[in-house]
């Protein structure tokens, strides 16, 4: 990394405790260290309970850090922004709202004009698949489209970092992997800058899939930081590769699993 490329995330000596009503502490986070240049699409994985959502609401500037900073791009971060587009674990999406209006929400809060935002929407439907529902309500969609649409929001908006929370967790194997598929190509869209992603999940296959480097953490602090070496774009025949397995199976130690147990409790989604 060079030494004056900006970071699109960073971390120092990050911690987030809270208190108990019995007076305790809950060490959500603990002296966590990251680095994230612009650009680059990083997972982060770990057991429920680790602090991986925290991580991320505190880059959303959803929360406040009770020690150490966090910035983008050198700026601390002290609230939520429009340089930082969120997509929940759960649906974001208005319900009283067509999904154009939802993919043109944030631009309308930002006082784009109406010709400019409706051409952003549309130019992101068509990316995601749902050009032809763009005056459809959200109850009329699938969960797959609604996270479609989640996804047509935030690069419409021109957010320059993207902060997933699980946001596929609840699909079923082959929504998820064409969803995969979706994010990718936006991602990295070549007639518009490529954005930033920090990516929350607990499949450590959709990691591997997905992500330039892989974070590890456990009770609360960032234990590893790996990088995928694998060239894109990535499918099962990638994921068999020994290097693939090699690093599947470190992450798999890091969280406690036995890489046969892993092959056993799910088979569509191992590499065994």
């Known amino acids: 990394m060079s030494a004056t490329q900006p970071l699109a995330l960073e971390a120092q000596a990050l911690s987030r405790q809270y208190r108990r009503r019995d007076g305790s502490t809950i060490h959500a986070l603990s002296d966590v260290n990251i680095s994230i240049p612009e650009g680059e699409f990083v997972c982060i994985v770990g057991p429920s309970g680790c602090g991986k959502s925290t991580l991320l609401q505190l880059c959303a500037g959803l929360d406040r850090p009770t020690g150490g900073t966090i910035r983008t791009r050198g700026t601390p ?6 340089d930082r587009g969120v997509v929940f674990q759960k649906d974001s999406v208005f319900p009283w709202m067509s999904v154009l209006d939802n993919v043109e929400y944030g631009l309308r809060c930002r006082g784009v004009a109406a010709a400019e935002r409706k051409s952003a929407a549309l130019h992101y439907l068509a990316k995601v698949g749902l050009a032809d529902v763009a005056d459809a309500w959200p109850r009329e969609l699938s969960g797959g489209m609604l996270k479609r649409v989640a996804i047509a929001s935030v690069f419409a908006n021109g957010s320059d970092v993207l902060l997933l929370d699980e946001p596929f967790g609840a699909l079923d194997y082959v929504t998820r992997h ?15 800058r490529k954005r930033t992603v920090l990516f929350i999940t607990h499949d450590v296959d959709e990691a591997l899939t997905l992500a330039d480097r892989i974070l590890v953490m456990r009770s609360g602090k960032v234990i590893d930081d790996l990088r995928v070496e694998s060239k894109r774009p990535r499918d099962d025949e990638t994921l068999a590769e020994p290097a693939t397995i090699a690093l599947k199976r470190k992450l798999l130690e890091h969280l406690g699993i036995a890489h046969g147990q892993a092959a056993r409790e799910h088979p569509l989604e191992s590499v065994a």
């Open 178 to 192: 064409k969803i995969h598929d979706v994010l990718l190509e936006l991602w990295n869209e070549v007639d518009r």
């Open 77 to 82: 971060i002290a609230g939520p922004g429009p």
